[in-house]
C-alpha cells in the first residue's frame, strides 16, 4: 500500500474542502486531521462533517494549524464548534495565537469544539497579552490536558497562582522564555511530582537555579528528559548543575549541543560524558546524543569511557543509542565521503556499542 507523504495529503485536503461540488462526498477516511488556517476552509470542512455521508468522524486523531488572527474569526467560531465536537478521537490540538483575543470567545470555541485534549501544542507569537495570561488561560481550558508543547512565548511573566493547572498535566515542553515561570506555576500547584517528561530548552542564567529545584523535587518521577544545550557559561552550569543520579526510572535521554560556535564549546564537550556518566538507571531504554561531530572541539570528547560505561550489565534495558551530527544536510560541512568517513568513525569510537547491535548513526 502506498503511503502519502502527510504534507501532501494535507495540501490536497485544503484545495478539495475549497471545491464545494468535492467537499460534500466523503472520500477519505484519516487517521488525521488538519483544520486549515484559512476560515472559509473552516467552515467548508464542517459543511463536510454535517454530511450523511462522512465516515471519518472516529477516525481523526488531531487537529494541526489551527490558527487565531483576529477578531474576524468570532464569526466563525459561533458556527463550527458543534460540528466540531463530533470528531470524539481527536486528542491534540496544535494552535497558533497570532492577534489579541477576547477571552470568553476563544474559551467558548475551544472548550466546546475540543473537549478531550490531552496534549496541546502552542506558538503564541505576536500577541499583545500579557504572555502568562494567555499562556494559563489556554492551558486551562483543556481539564483533560497532559501534555503541552510550549513552541514561541513573549516574555512569560508570573502567572497568577489563582489559575491552577489541570490535574493531570504531567508533560511538559519549552521554548526559552517559558521555562522558569511555567515550573515556579506548577510547583506553586503542587504538581511537579506529576511531571514525568521534561523538555528544557538552552536555559539562561535565571532559570538555571529553578530547574535545578525542580529535578530534585520530581527525582524518581521523571521517565524523559531532553536537554538542549547553549554555548557559553549557561550551557556549561546547566550540565553542572544537573545530577542524573537523583532520576532512578529514566528511560529515555536525549542531549542536543548548540555550544559549537562559542568560546566554551571545549568546557562544554568535556561535561557532556560526565553528564551520562552520573546515571543510576538500570531502566534506560534510549540515549540520543545531538552533537556538532564535525566541530574540532570534538576530538576530545570522551567516546572510550562511554563505550565502557554503557554496559548491558549497567543497563540491561538499553535498546537505541543515538548519535545524530546537527550538521546533517550542510554541503559545506558534508560531502558524501566525509558523512561516510564519521558515520565509520563514530562506530570505531564505540566498539562494544556497535558490537552489541543497539549504536545508530544519524545525519
Excluded at 126 to 150: D, E, K, M, R, Y
Amino acid at each position: 500500500m502506498t503511503t502519502l507523504p502527510l504534507e501532501l495529503v494535507e495540501n490536497i485536503w485544503i484545495v478539495l474542502l475549497t471545491i464545494h461540488a468535492l467537499s460534500k462526498s466523503a472520500l477519505l477516511c484519516l487517521g488525521h486531521g488538519s483544520l486549515a488556517a484559512d476560515p472559509t476552509c473552516s467552515k467548508t470542512f464542517c459543511d463536510l462533517l454535517r454530511s450523511p455521508d462522512c465516515t471519518f468522524l472516529p477516525h481523526v486523531r488531531s487537529i494541526n494549524n489551527l490558527k487565531h488572527y483576529g477578531s474576524h474569526d468570532y464569526a466563525i467560531y459561533d458556527k463550527i464548534p458543534r460540528d466540531l465536537a463530533q470528531l470524539v478521537s481527536v486528542r491534540e490540538l496544535e494552535m497558533t495565537v497570532m492577534a489579541p483575543y477576547v477571552l470568553e470567545k476563544l474559551h467558548t470555541f475551544l472548550r466546546t469544539s475540543f473537549p478531550r485534549i490531552t496534549r496541546l501544542i502552542l506558538d503564541l507569537r505576536n500577541v499583545n497579552h500579557p504572555g502568562s495570561t494567555l499562556l494559563a488561560n489556554v492551558i486551562c481550558f483543556f481539564p483533560a490536558l497532559q501534555g503541552v508543547v510550549i513552541r514561541t512565548i513573549a516574555v512569560l511573566e508570573g502567572i497568577p497562582v489563582l489559575v491552577v493547572p489541570p490535574r493531570g498535566l504531567c508533560s511538559l515542553s519549552f521554548c526559552q522564555n517559558s521555562v522558569g515561570q511555567m515550573l515556579l506555576w506548577m510547583e506553586a500547584a503542587g504538581q511537579l511530582s506529576n511531571v514525568h517528561t521534561l523538555t528544557l530548552p538552552c536555559l539562561r542564567g535565571s532559570d538555571i537555579p529553578i530547574v535545578r529545584k525542580t529535578l530534585r523535587q520530581i527525582g524518581n518521577q521523571l521517565n524523559h528528559l531532553d536537554l538542549t544545550l547553549s554555548g557559553g557559561l549557561e550551557g556549561v552550569e546547566t550540565l553542572q548543575m544537573i545530577d542524573l543520579s537523583l532520576h532512578q526510572n529514566l528511560h529515555t535521554l536525549r542531549i542536543q549541543d548548540l555550544s559549537r560556535i562559542h568560546s566554551n564549546a571545549q568546557e562544554t564537550i568535556l561535561w557532556i560524558p560526565r553528564l551520562i556518566m552520573q546515571l543510576r538507571t538500570p531502566a534506560l531504554e534510549r540515549l540520543t546524543l545531538a552533537l556538532s561531530l564535525c566541530w574540532p572541539p570534538y576530538e576530545m570528547f570522551d567516546w572510550a569511557a562511554l563505550d565502557a560505561f554503557l554496559s548491558p550489565a549497567r543497563f540491561p534495558c538499553l535498546r537505541s543509542v543515538v548519535i545524530k551530527c546537527e550538521y546533517h544536510g550542510d554541503k559545506f560541512f558534508y560531502t558524501q565521503g566525509r558523512k561516510l568517513d564519521m558515520h565509520e568513525s563514530v562506530y570505531k569510537a564505540l566498539p562494544v556499542l556497535a558490537d552489541s547491535g543497539v549504536l545508530r548513526t544519524e545525519w
